[in-house]
């Protein structure tokens, strides 16, 4: 009996110990659940009908409830926001694209700045190389890096050439989004300080082994302005200049200047074909209104075609304008202008930039008229670039046993010209083929 006792007690101990630990673990939980309301009410205060979602529970912004969001309606906002924070990249925006220096005289040098500004939200990068449309303008940024926001300019310096009405382009190529390429333009118009009479001077189908002289006339604004050095820049011809007899016009002469006479020869030297050349003639004199004098160099620009008996219909075997891939054939013929017969004894092309180009001849089978035609073949291919190269004949004809006529085109890709302009990634500065006159042949 009392061992019995003994264990019951025992089992009555053990279950109040377990009952005691299950309720001393349920009201810690209770605690600690209290504390992570706390936690949450501190750090959103507001609620019911005022509550707005955090960014970690979305919850729908266009109702004034708790109700979670959709999670289509989470994505659209997410993707409003990532539209919003899109960068625009750099944008060139220029005060104006076209300047007019208006008149001016052709001795005078012109500056000029296009300012811009860059209203993007990434860096702006120039191009260093401003590509200008004619020798006598130069164009250079005052920098190459832009910053949003930054403005800048490109500088212009023009030296005036010619005469007349004229207009020069310079192009600024960037990493700007909105005009990666954009053409700048000056325009102006030239008065010429010394006027030359003829602006080009010809020399047309003269005879070879003879002399040709050709005069030409220099007035100038200035009536007493002077000629100080004429110097030829071609072999086979001499300039010199006439001396007159009338005394010089006095220096408050509204009158332009008595005419400087410049004689020009082309010697019995000039070879068969194409002569071109030019003649510096060194002046000096004042601008309407200045007090000191300023030096000028004029330069004549002389052509000549210079033949014997033997005339070819054209100055140049003309290929033209060849697109890639697109054959081409072109003709000139080679006469004798007093209607004498003569042979063509061997025809070679030499300095050929288009490879497989050649050329032959064909007799002409007309009534009266003895010669051949020059006969150029090719086949662009590939190639882009200038057609060139010589064409060297040899014939029986006294006087003109050698002849030579030059080639002359270009090869051009349609697809390159018509490329649309893209934004560039912009990094900052830091033997002879013949035929003989018998009939067509290859020759590699």
């Keep these: 009996m009392l061992r019995f006792m003994k264990r019951s007690l025992s089992c009555s101990l053990i279950f109040t110990m377990a009952v005691t630990c299950v309720i001393l673990i349920a009201s810690g939980c209770d605690k600690s659940a209290d504390v992570d309301?706390?936690?949450?009410a501190a750090a959103s205060p507001v609620s019911g009908s005022d509550a707005v979602a955090t960014d970690d529970s979305p919850r729908d912004v266009n109702s004034n409830s708790t109700t979670p969001a959709?999670?289509?309606?989470?994505?659209?906002?997410?993707?409003?926001?990532?539209?919003?924070?899109?960068?625009?990249?750099?944008?060139?925006?220029?005060?104006?694209?076209?300047?007019?220096?208006?008149?001016?005289?052709?001795?005078?040098?012109k500056t000029y700045r296009f300012s811009f500004t860059n209203n993007g939200d990434d860096t702006l990068v120039i191009d260093k190389e401003l590509k200008t449309s004619c020798?006598?303008?130069?164009?250079?940024?005052?920098k190459y890096v832009f910053e949003p926001g930054e403005s800048g300019s490109i500088g212009?310096?023009?030296?005036?050439?010619?005469?007349?009405r004229q207009a020069k382009t310079i192009t600024v190529n960037s990493n700007a989004t909105n005009e990666p390429k954009i053409t700048l333009v000056i325009q102006s118009d030239i008065k010429q300080f010394v006027k030359v009479e003829p602006y080009i001077l010809k020399f047309d189908n003269v005879r070879t082994g003879q002399r040709h002289t050709r005069?030409?006339?220099?007035?100038?604004?200035?009536?007493?302005?002077?000629?100080?050095?004429?110097?030829?820049?071609?072999?086979?011809?001499?300039?010199?200049?006439?001396?007159?007899?009338?005394?010089?016009?006095?220096?408050?002469?509204?009158?332009?200047?008595?005419?400087?006479?410049?004689?020009?020869?082309?010697?019995?030297n000039?070879?068969?074909?194409?002569?071109?050349?030019?003649?510096?003639?060194?002046?000096?004199?004042?601008?309407?209104?200045?007090?000191?004098?300023?030096?000028?160099?004029?330069?004549?620009?002389?052509?000549?075609?210079?033949?014997?008996?033997?005339?070819?219909?054209?100055?140049?075997?003309?290929?033209?304008?060849?697109?890639?891939?697109?054959?081409?054939?072109?003709?000139?013929?080679?006469?004798?202008?007093?209607?004498?017969?003569?042979?063509?004894?061997n025809i070679q092309l030499s300095g050929s930039t288009v490879p497989g180009m050649t050329v032959e001849t064909i007799a002409l089978d007309e009534p009266g008229v003895s010669g051949y035609g020059i006969v150029l073949k090719g086949d662009?291919?590939?190639?882009?670039?200038?057609?060139?190269?010589?064409?060297?004949?040899?014939?029986?004809?006294p006087g003109d046993e050698t002849v030579n006529i030059r080639v002359a085109g270009i090869v051009v890709d349609p697809e390159q010209q018509n490329t649309p302009v893209t934004p560039r990634r912009i990094s900052p500065p830091t033997q002879a083929t013949s035929t003989p006159p018998a009939g067509p042949s290859e020759r590699p």
């Design 37 to 40: 309301r706390s936690a949450t």
């Design 70 to 109: 959709t999670a289509d309606q989470t994505l659209s906002r997410r993707a409003t926001a990532a539209i919003d924070r899109k960068s625009n990249g750099p944008t060139i925006e220029f005060q104006e694209k076209t300047h007019d220096f208006g008149s001016i005289w052709d001795i005078e040098e």
């Design 135 to 142: 020798g006598c303008t130069a164009a250079e940024p005052d």
């Design 156 to 164: 212009i310096t023009f030296k005036p050439k010619g005469h007349g």
């Design 215 to 268: 005069i030409v006339k220099l007035t100038s604004v200035d009536p007493t302005f002077e000629v100080l050095d004429v110097q030829s820049k071609q072999r086979n011809m001499t300039a010199r200049l006439i001396e007159t007899q009338s005394g010089p016009a006095p220096m408050d002469s509204a009158q332009p200047s008595e005419p400087k006479l410049i004689e020009i020869t082309l010697d019995e």
């Design 270 to 345: 000039a070879q068969w074909g194409q002569v071109f050349g030019a003649v510096s003639v060194k002046t000096r004199g004042r601008l309407p209104g200045a007090s000191a004098s300023v030096d000028h160099d004029v330069n004549i620009t002389v052509n000549a075609t210079v033949y014997n008996n033997l005339l070819p219909d054209l100055p140049y075997l003309q290929a033209g304008r060849v697109e890639t891939g697109d054959s081409f054939e072109k003709v000139c013929r080679l006469t004798s202008r007093d209607g004498r017969p003569f042979n063509i004894t």
């Design 380 to 397: 662009s291919g590939t190639y882009v670039g200038g057609i060139r190269g010589m064409v060297n004949i040899t014939t029986d004809m």
